[in-house]
């Protein structure tokens, strides 16, 4: 504080600081981007291992031999659906397969409430009807004979996914295998829970709902008349076909949860010992693992994991269970064509391992790490690595900051407007009745060449100023939901509606510069120091807390944000900075995002134009998506952006469009008049 304080102290700190401001940002963001893209190179990772040395993996001997009753039930659930294509999940039919193998089975039903008005309405009551899911979720019971149900294991599986309506038998003739296997045995010390859920992430959130005795007012579910214990782990299946080539291992969560990483390690290496190949969103490990073309495919599979985990959406079932701080992955079946493939026999004998270390496990999941990002599915990189990164990335705003507020009561050596350090005011002095006044005739013209004090900023400039940007951001949270509804009023779909009110909102505010005039709210060159320093605070407190809950979007915004907030100045090259502040929007930083994704994994180039549409659809779905995921299974990601991270880039770009008055040295002239 004395550094601060004291005048020459301040003075002397000004100087270095106005000095090598600019230098030490660039190398702190320099420095810290290459720092980061370097985690995915080999030699700055680690390699994978087990801290829970209860699942004993090694010790499994694989005893599967039902993979027929796996091929005869998918196939008949098959017939089923070939005979019903849209019909509803044979529910009887599931029950009875269930009871055949003598578990306790039950069933749920639910009916989710999705907050956008659908396109018919109620003759009954004449009023607007919301889109409603119907379902019915099957499972069953496979009871421990060593335990009284105090803790149990989950084997869940989708019956059709709400959005394309694909079918998951395959999934569920090998679910009905693995019971049909595991209830010969005596040796399990918890219950094993087997789950088929209908429309996918709804139905399982009833359940999990259900089970954890919460309660969501768009969900009503009926009660669970059969309970087990504390769920430990969870395993989500989704096969397209009866033989895989490999197994795309899904582990992104709800809000960018990640399950514990002994979990990951044992599925990866159960599956290396059965020798079915993993991948990680559908990338394969290098081969050899060191070298340029190792890096650029460990860098790959690192970026499209922070891309997904970004979105705060869950990619799975599995992403349910984190939330409840249940350890899940999604073991997703992949026939790729003209790779080597297995079957049912392969697959159950890794579920069979996965499922008898878990049953071995004598507490929760806790010694592993919960906060990584994989590189391969053998390298993993902690967050005692990846923070400092992006602490020095961070930085960059803290260094700024601290610049312009020491700046603050010092002459500006170059304008940002460019204009001339001088405005003049016309005033008519006028003697008052009662004497008091200017001491001057009535008649007598009076120039004064107004000053400005360059010792303070304005601070309570502040408040107008955010509190607009705030405004700005609560109504964008809410004007999908209300535009929906205004939108069923004109006769608007509801999806076309919610799109036009969440982007509505951002085009419309780009005019809040306009509606803060120079006459209402006049600012010096330190008044606008003080609104940028502040602004830059506001950015460095919103990303450490982004971060901290989830990393790759923390990080995202951070380094496309940090750099162009640092650089905003009212004046100069306006049109530039306003280009460079719309590509570091939330909009154009979904746009920016959403392409990358596309270029690292679309194979075939289709043209400009196609690419472009698709490009455009995949934005509108994600825009979608992020809303209705926000009210059904309460992802906080576009709350987040528009209360957050929206008021705070309107901050900067009102401080881009923003005039000022510049200071001078106070001058009176008096005319006298004849």
């Known amino acids: 504080m004395g550094l601060l304080s004291d005048p020459k102290s301040r003075e002397r700190f000004s100087r270095i600081a106005a000095k090598y401001n600019s230098p030490l940002c660039v190398l702190a963001y320099v420095v810290g981007v290459v720092w980061f893209l370097a985690l995915a190179y080999k030699p700055f990772n680690h390699r994978t291992y087990f801290s829970e040395n209860a699942l004993l993996p090694g010790l499994v001997e694989g005893k599967f031999r039902t993979e027929n009753v796996a091929t005869r039930i998918s196939q008949a659930m098959k017939d089923i659906k070939d005979v019903n294509k849209n019909g509803p999940m044979p529910v009887a039919w599931i029950v009875n397969q269930f009871r055949s193998l003598g578990l306790d089975t ?102 999990l709902q259900e089970y954890h005795y919460t309660k969501s007012p768009l969900l009503k579910s009926s009660p669970l008349h059969g309970r087990s214990g504390s769920i430990q782990a969870a395993i989500n299946l989704e096969l397209h076909s009866d033989q895989v080539s490999h197994f795309n291992v899904k582990l992104e969560g709800l809000n960018g949860l990640l399950p514990n990483l002994d979990l990951v390690n044992l599925v990866v290496q159960l599956c290396g010992r059965e020798r079915i190949t993993v991948k990680l969103h559908q990338q394969r490990d290098p081969f050899p693992s060191e070298g340029w073309p190792a890096f650029q495919q ?16 869950p990619n799975g079932l599995h992403g349910l269970f984190l939330r409840y701080h249940i350890e899940a992955v999604t073991l997703e079946g992949v026939l790729e064509p003209g790779r080597s493939s297995t079957g049912f026999y392969r697959m159950g004998r890794v579920l069979e391992g996965v499922f008898r270390s878990l049953n071995n496990l004598l507490e929760r999941f806790h010694q592993s790490f919960f906060f990584y990002l994989l590189p391969a599915s053998d390298r993993y990189v902690s967050i005692g690595m990846y923070m400092p990164p992006f602490g020095l990335i961070l930085l960059v705003t803290a260094l700024k900051a601290i610049a312009l507020y020491i ?15 001088v405005v003049i005011e016309h005033i008519q002095s006028r003697k008052t009745g009662d004497g008091q006044g200017d001491n001057t005739d009535s008649k007598r013209g009076v120039t004064k060449i107004r000053t400005q004090n360059y ?11 955010v509190s607009c940007c705030q405004v ?57 120091r003080l609104w940028k320093c502040a602004a830059l605070v506001l950015q460095a407190i919103i990303l450490a807390a982004t971060a901290a809950a989830n ?43 959403t392409g990358l994704y596309l270029l690292l994994t679309e194979t075939e180039y289709h043209g400009v134009v196609p690419s472009a549409m698709h490009l455009c659809t995949i934005v509108y779905y994600n825009i979608l998506s992020g809303v209705i995921h926000g009210y059904v299974l309460g992802t906080w990601q576009y709350t987040l952006l528009a209360l957050a991270v929206f008021p705070n880039w309107l901050f900067f770009w009102c401080i881009v469009f923003k005039k000022r008055d510049m200071p001078v040295i106070e001058n009176k002239e008096e005319k006298k008049t004849s």
């Open 407 to 421: 700046s603050i009561g010092t002459p500006d050596p170059d304008p940002w407007d460019g204009e001339e350090n």
């Open 298 to 313: 460990n860098l790959k599979t690192m970026s499209l994991m922070m891309l997904h985990q970004a979105t705060g959406m």
């Open 106 to 207: 039950y069933t749920q039903e639910y009916i989710q409430t999705i907050p956008v008005p659908s396109a018919r309405q109620s003759e009954e009551q004449g009023k607007e009807m919301f889109v409603q899911l119907n379902g019915t979720n099957v499972y069953a019971i496979l009871r421990a004979p060593r335990t009284a149900s105090t803790e149990a294991i989950v084997l869940s599986a989708p019956y059709k996914h709400y959005l394309n309506m694909d079918h998951n038998n395959h999934a569920f003739g090998l679910m009905i295998a693995l019971a049909s296997h595991f209830r010969k045995s005596s040796y399990w010390s918890k219950d094993i829970i087997f789950l088929l859920v209908d429309y996918d992430e709804i139905g399982m959130e009833a359940w």
């Open 551 to 593: 990393f790759s979007l923390g990080m995202l915004l951070a380094v496309t944000m940090v750099p162009v907030c640092a650089m905003v100045r009212p004046g100069k090259l306006r049109f530039l900075q306003a280009v460079l502040m719309l590509l570091v929007s939330p909009l154009g930083l979904l746009i920016i995002y």
């Open 472 to 528: 700005a951001g609560f109504i964008a949270s809410i004007s999908p939901m209300v535009m929906t509804g205004l939108g069923h009023l004109f006769g608007t779909r509801p999806y076309q509606a919610l799109i036009t009110g969440a982007t509505g909102m951002f085009f419309a505010s780009l005019f809040m510069p306009k509606c803060i005039t120079r006459n209402r709210l006049a600012c010096t060159v330190n008044t606008l």
């Open 455 to 465: 010792s303070d900023g304005d601070v309570w400039s502040l408040v107008p100023v």
